[in-house]
């Protein structure tokens, strides 16, 4: 048995690698989808929250986007230098940027959206119904099991 069988043996039981590779492979097609509109996944996402909630926090965008508040402000930045955000001071708290969507980044959503939704309706679509249900049930008991820490951890 050669190392790649090994491995692959050693791991097949393991949710996590099949629940990784999946990540990977969804990531990887929505990367390639959103190239062509220059946006990367953690972008669009941005994007994709702001559209919902306009004005929301970075920190909450970033805890929507999973990734970290730094990255997080590295993204409004740049999406900021390419004029599909803007950021203002807010009216309450000088400290505290307003995030929004800019008419051009509005008319990028709409069209990165629409190959983005493509991905996913892809994906769904290989499930029937009761499946793709079932899968994401089975998908947030692992989050609520894993992000239920024993008391004292």
């Avoid at 947030?140 to 894993?146: D, G, W």
């Amino acid at each position: 048995m050669g190392a790649e069988e090994r491995i692959a043996d050693a791991v097949a039981w393991r949710p996590g690698n099949a629940i990784k590779r999946a990540e990977q492979a969804l990531i990887a097609e929505k990367t390639r989808v959103l190239r062509p509109f220059g946006l990367t996944v953690p972008q669009y996402a941005a994007m994709y929250a702001l559209s919902l909630a306009p004005g929301v926090s970075g920190a909450k965008l970033a805890r929507y986007c999973a990734v970290t508040p730094q990255s997080m402000t590295t993204v409004l930045k740049t999406l900021e230098s390419r004029g599909l955000v803007e950021r203002r001071p807010s009216s309450d708290h000088a400290q505290v940027l307003v995030t929004r969507l800019t008419r051009a980044g509005q008319a990028l959503l709409r069209k990165a959206d629409a190959a983005a939704v493509a991905v996913e309706r892809r994906l769904v679509d290989a499930f029937t119904p009761d499946e793709a249900g079932l899968l994401r049930d089975l998908l947030e008991r692992a989050v609520v099991v894993l992000e239920d820490r024993p008391p004292g951890e």
